[in-house]
């Protein structure tokens, strides 16, 4: 893990990374959000018996409950899946504030004193940043990009 501040320049070479696990995230969730939606609920289908028609469960009663034990096992590899993708951004120097919608903060420097540097889905690169007891909502648009490390080619 990056504990040290960083550049302007390093945050924003970090952003193709850090939207691809935002975008791994995301469709974990969702997975996550269909399957607890649809557990404890066997499916349905209306089956026609002569000229009545009845409602016929597909599954047995022993098949749902094999369903939702599988159902809750896989909802609990996806919420590890979600905490490993959140450390590897960890990884990046990103501290994750929110995943819907994605926001993150990487620490910095301005003029001697710790900032974070903020990013949030939607923005093409890091462009604001807020003092460290400030929140998300106060960041400000970085005016001189210089004033947060030096551009470095390499």
């Known amino acids: 893990m990056i ?37 404890g609920k066997p499916k349905e289908t209306q089956a026609s018996v002569g000229n009545q028609t009845t409602i016929v469960s597909e599954i047995e009663n022993i098949r749902p409950r094999a369903q939702n034990t599988y159902k809750k096992k896989r909802l609990k590899e996806i919420e ?27 620490l910095s420097e301005l003029h001697r004193q710790p900032v974070y540097l903020c990013w949030q889905m ?12 400030e929140s998300f909502s106060s960041r400000r648009f970085i005016q ?5 490390g030096p551009v470095v080619i390499h």
Do not use: M
């Not at 939607?122 to 007891?133: A, L, Q, R």
């Not at 001189?144 to 947060?148: D, E, G, K, Y």
């Open 3 to 39: 504990f040290r501040s960083l550049t302007l320049q390093e945050a924003n070479v970090f952003l193709p990374l850090i939207k691809e696990h935002f975008a791994k995230i995301h469709a974990l969730v969702a997975e996550g959000q269909v399957i607890h939606d649809s557990l």
């Open 80 to 106: 590890s899946l979600v905490r490993d993708e959140i450390i590897e951004l960890q990884c990046y120097g990103a501290i994750v504030k929110s995943v819907f919608p994605a926001r993150v903060d990487f």
């Open 122 to 133: 939607g923005d093409k690169t890091v462009s604001h940043w807020h003092p460290v007891d």
């Open 144 to 148: 001189t990009p210089s004033s947060f």
